[in-house]
């Protein structure tokens, strides 16, 4: 790829991540919004001037437009989103979108010249569902090829990453929007996640996100329900779920609670799998839905579970302090960031040591 080509990408890649017009990068940066278009379009090389001029307007290093690492193209139809609603603006997809590619380079940097002590005890496989058959079957499959023994999943965050999933939890500027991921050809796999989501949901949010990178390399009308059903059996396998719930009436919230405590999801999914398991009928499960939104429980339900805290990404930024003397600026820099943006977003992953992992240069 051209250095035009790619400081093109770049360009658009990091306006939309601000959701910007082109016309408000224009005004930033002192130039027209033709300028800006032709400059996307790669129909206009930037000098060192203007190129330094449009990365001071997007408040990122100017080594960031010249990254001709794959960020496009196929990569970007393969990003899959777990959303509370479809009602987004393409601008505001965009955006998450955008967002996601840049703390993908940015994690990669981090990663530079480090090399992970922890074996990767796990793997993660792609399991199309043409060859493997259908998502509960994916996620049967899964759990044996891990290993993991009957009951709930204790800790995801440290199972996924201990399987090479990369997670960052970052303010996607929506609350349609719980996470999105992406699994590049030549890299490791990415959750980014909503900030300050409940711990049930996050927990249901990464498995279905990982239901995603398993079993779809291109989007299709039916990866969500697909997700979602690979998430349900995943984090609560119908064997051992089912006769927990068998008789399940609207009365019984306090059981429900219970067993939101033991297997760590929601109630909302538990009647969800009580649902799909044919345990409650069509019009009791209507029913167990109006009352979570009669008790207020549809977003934030009673029951607070642990939180689980991703450690990788940390350990990444602790050692390279570490290599760099304590230098924010360095580091920063190797995240493709100013350092202002960097100790805003990634250096409190870093202040609990606890957080951290081992990791060596």
Known sequence: ?????????????????????QVDLAQAAGVS???????????????????????????????????????????????????????????VVRAVEGLTQLTRLSVDGLSEDVNDSRPQLLQLTRMPLAEHGDPSAVAASLRRAWGLP????????????????????????????????????????????NRDLPPDRERFTLAHEVGHLLMHQLPSDDQEKEANRFAGEFLAPADELEPLLRGLTVRQFAKLAD?????????????????????????????????LNQYGWSKHEPGDLPTETPRHVAGLIAAQLDRHEQDVDAVAGLALMLPEPFRRHYLPLVVDESAAVEVRS
């Open 33 to 91: 919004q033709g300028f800006v278009s032709k400059v996307e379009k790669g129909l206009l090389p930037l000098t060192a001037e203007y190129l330094v001029a449009i990365a001071e307007a997007l408040a990122v290093p100017a080594d960031l437009l010249r990254v001709t690492d794959s960020i496009g193209g196929v990569e970007v139809t393969c990003l899959h989103h777990r959303r509370r609603s479809s009602a987004m603006s393409v601008k």
């Open 150 to 193: 009957k009951g709930p999943i204790e800790d995801l965050v440290g199972l996924l990453e201990s399987a090479g999933v990369r997670l960052v939890r970052r303010d996607l500027g929506t609350a349609a929007q719980d996470a999105v991921s992406t699994w590049p050809t030549d890299g490791q796999p990415l959750i980014l996640l």
């Open 259 to 291: 067993l939101k405590m033991t297997w760590k999801v929601s109630m909302a999914m538990l009647i969800q799998r009580a649902a799909d398991l044919g345990c409650v009928s069509a019009s009791q499960f209507k029913t167990f839905r109006i009352r």
């Open 1 to 21: 790829m051209s250095e035009t080509a790619a400081v093109a990408r770049m360009v658009r890649t990091v306006r939309e991540a601000r959701r910007w017009a």
